[in-house]
């Protein structure tokens, strides 16, 4: 039980963000201080908690049926690190990018809120614990979808937030459910007492709300409408945070938990997880492949990708969790580097459009650059890091004999790479556009939170060397293919 | 026995109703409404598990242990979500009054520019 600093992880960016609304109103300079220490120190309590054994805390000191306790497993500390290390970035970044607009001590503050939100989401062990944290990640979002309070952003804004306080709601009737049957909200005793009362109709609707709910949050086909408005229309930065980490944390981690750990993985939940996955990566590359404004055909990028780690859920083996976890990974750093370079490109060209850009990569060359290396990620160009995790998926769905699915992957995978050589296409090569003769390089922040990325990006492979994925990636793995977990055993960790 | 299920059968009817009013509506504040009237359905729901019939107040005192008590649990939880529900609805209004001041108009149809 040497789980006393798991608090921490909510508390830290709760009062980074009270402070910040209250201290920093005058001083821009002061929020953008406290911003970027408040994420560095999350930062590292999360390599801390990677490295640490797992471990849990009893909030208030009340055990656990009664309590909330607060759980920091192998699953829990892969999704901090995936947060708080892209948080970490896009927070340098924004510093340089969110000159353009005004309210410093806003953005730090809903920034924060966010943060602290999808932390608790990540290390909550108790359901309504959980829809709290969540709404609390989501109302901050739809603030910041709305921050640059254009036509297009309140438009946006509005259509995300209906949506998510609609997914929202049938999770709490979800949870509802769950508590009227069995009578407990802590996830691990709710799984023993479903094990003990069996399958009944409310047990279904309950999972059926739930898995409606999360979809809506992860933007899975067919609840994916808001995601193509919401994404596009919020500052950069936060393009990044929402569809590098906010889907995951909200959505997908949300939906394995479920799945795995509180309903357990039978067949037919697996063979659905399987479709909502192939849909989802279908329908996302198809409706992104005619796409002009980069931002959007981002968007559209982010429901597809989310597909193959739906998918690799959906195998149900320990290779197909290793590779959704690590596609998860991956993607959460390859697409928020994509969104900070079409951030960067909209910042020097003043356009979305690419049909306008052209020839920036001489102008640009580390936009170009680091663009060219997260395109070839997500693409699943070897050596990048998205190829081996997009390997990873298929060898599982080769090694259960599912042979439709491998193939759908892959093809999924060639017109990814259609798309993303649209982009590099017109964006980067050939004659320079009308009006970008004085384009310059962006500033150093932004550059900084670039490259990083983009390094990541190309040694992500790393990931799968043994000494480094016992660390990080197995203990993951082990806690959702463990399947139910026991109140006992989450206890003991 | 078709009483006792009664009143949660209605709440899911009212939940539907204001998904529904989400669904269907064209002007954003009914579209609020639409949100407030499924949040409260929720709520209601939650109120009515913990309710027992001549149930009372879940305060322990000595010598009083055999009595009825409602579950104080969903109280706290309808309490919290109140909370969240405010938020949220604030939120909502407030965006539907810039986009107010912005297109001149509440009519979803006539400020749809996002598309594709």
């Known amino acids: 039980m040497a789980g006393e600093y798991i608090p921490l992880l909510v508390a830290v960016p709760l009062a980074g963000a009270f402070f910040c609304a209250l201290a920093a109103r005058k001083s821009g300079v002061l929020a953008d201080t406290i911003g970027t220490l408040i994420v560095a120190l999350v930062l590292a309590l999360s390599i801390y908690a990677v490295v640490s054994p797992p471990s849990t805390h009893a909030v208030g000191g009340w055990p656990a049926p009664l309590g909330i306790l607060l759980v920091m497993d192998g699953l829990a500390s892969l999704m901090l690190l995936v947060v708080s290390l892209v948080a970490f970035l896009v927070m340098i970044y924004s510093l340089s990018y969110m000159n353009a607009y005004s309210g410093r001590w806003q953005f730090h503050t809903l920034f924060l809120l966010m943060l602290a939100g999808m932390n608790g989401v990540v290390i909550t062990g108790d359901l309504f614990n959980l829809f709290v944290f969540l709404e609390v990640a989501s109302l901050a979002s739809y603030a910041l979808v709305a921050f640059g309070t254009g036509k297009h952003e309140l438009e946006a804004a509005f259509k995300y937030a209906v949506m998510g306080s609609l997914g929202s709601l049938l999770l709490l009737l979800g949870i509802a459910f769950l508590y009227g049957y069995t009578g407990t909200l802590n996830m691990a005793h709710m799984a023993e007492r479903l094990g003990e009362l069996g399958v009944a109709p409310i047990t279904v609707a309950a999972l059926v709300l739930l898995l409606s709910g999360f979809a809506l949050k992860a933007a899975i086909v067919p609840f994916h409408s808001w995601l193509p408005d919401a994404h596009p229309s919020a500052p950069a930065p936060i393009s990044a945070m929402l569809s590098g980490v906010l889907i995951k944390s909200l959505g997908v981690y949300t939906i394995a938990r479920l799945v795995f750990n509180v309903y357990g993985a039978s067949p037919d939940l697996l063979n659905l997880l399987l479709v909502l996955g192939a849909v989802s990566m279908g329908i996302g590359v198809i409706l992104a492949l005619r796409q002009w404004d980069m931002k959007r055909l981002l968007a559209y990028h982010s429901v597809s990708q989310v597909g193959y780690m739906i998918l690799g859920f959906g195998l149900g083996s320990p290779l197909g969790i290793l590779g959704g976890l690590f596609h998860l990974f991956n993607h959460s750093i390859f697409k928020s580097l994509l969104f900070l370079n079409s951030g960067a490109l909209e910042q020097a060209t003043g356009t979305r459009n690419l049909k306008e850009m052209g020839g920036l990569s001489g102008r640009m060359p580390t936009t170009s650059w680091t663009t060219l290396s997260a395109s070839m990620s997500i693409s699943g160009v070897p050596p990048f890091s998205g190829f081996w995790s997009k390997l990873i998926i298929v060898m599982a769905c080769v090694e259960q004999g599912r042979w439709f699915y491998g193939a759908w992957a892959i093809l999924v995978s060639v017109l990814t790479l259609a798309s993303f050589l649209k982009v590099t296409k017109f964006a980067f090569l050939g004659k320079l556009g009308k009006g970008f003769e004085n384009v310059r390089e962006v500033p150093w922040p932004m550059r900084f939170g670039m490259v990083v990325l983009a390094l990541l990006c190309i040694v992500g492979g790393l990931m799968l060397v043994p000494e480094v994925k016992e660390m990080v990636l197995t203990p993951a793995v082990r806690v959702l293919d463990h399947g139910i977990l026991t109140l006992g055993e989450v206890v003991r960790l | ?50 309710w027992k019939k001549g149930g009372e107040a879940p305060i322990l005192q000595p010598g009083a242990m055999e009595q009825v008590m409602v579950d104080p649990l969903p109280q706290a939880l309808v309490l919290t979500s109140i909370v969240i529900g405010l938020a949220t609805t604030a939120f909502l209004v407030a965006i539907a009054m810039r986009l107010h001041e912005r297109y001149g108009t509440y009519d979803i149809t006539r400020i749809r520019e996002l598309r594709g």
Not at chain 2, 5 to 18: A, E, K, N, R
Not at chain 2, 19 to 32: E, M, T
């Open chain 2, 1 to 50: 026995m078709i009483h006792s299920w009664l009143p949660y059968v209605l709440c899911i009817l009212l939940f539907c109703v204001g998904v529904y009013a989400v669904l269907s509506k064209k002007n954003l504040i009914r579209i609020i409404l639409g949100i407030v009237i499924a949040d409260y359905a929720v709520n209601l729901f939650l109120i009515l598990l913990c």
